[in-house]
Nanobody
Framework: QVQLVESGGGLVQAGASLRLSCAAS????????MAWFRQAPGKDREFEAG???????SYADSVKGRFTISRDNAKNMVYLQMNSLKPEDTAVYYC????????????WGQGTQVTVSS
């Protein structure tokens, strides 16, 4: 498994942008599918964006067109660029990783808080 550490959260106003970063340990980072989840107060953790090990990406409808996930395999990093932030984007954001042969995300970061004020 890889170890994941998120950074980049903070307090911003509605309409602003923020970029989250996730640093991963390990020498096989490129073989992992990476994703960002978020958990708002009182709600379940939800998938927001994924970057496949093979190069594809996917997004939840709620963030499509506003958020962009990217990865740099040379640096063992994955990013989430968040634009046009809304108060409903307020949540703890988690970086997660899974191997290509499973649908289960087995590695999780500690989370980073994003708060969007109206």
């Amino acid at each position: 498994q890889v170890q994941l550490v998120e950074s980049g959260g903070g307090l911003v106003q509605a309409g602003a942008s923020l970029r989250l970063s996730c640093a991963a340990s390990g020498r096989t980072f490129s073989s992992y599918t990476m994703a960002w989840f978020r958990q708002a107060p009182g709600k379940d953790r939800e998938f927001e964006a994924g970057a496949e090990w093979s190069g594809g990406s996917s997004y939840a409808d709620s963030v499509k067109g506003r958020f962009t996930i990217s990865r740099d395999n040379a640096k063992n990093m994955v990013y989430l660029q968040m634009n046009s932030l809304k108060p409903e984007d307020t949540a703890v954001y988690y970086c997660a990783a899974r191997r290509s042969y499973t649908a289960t995300y087995g590695s999780w970061g500690q989370g980073t808080q994003v708060t969007v004020s109206s």
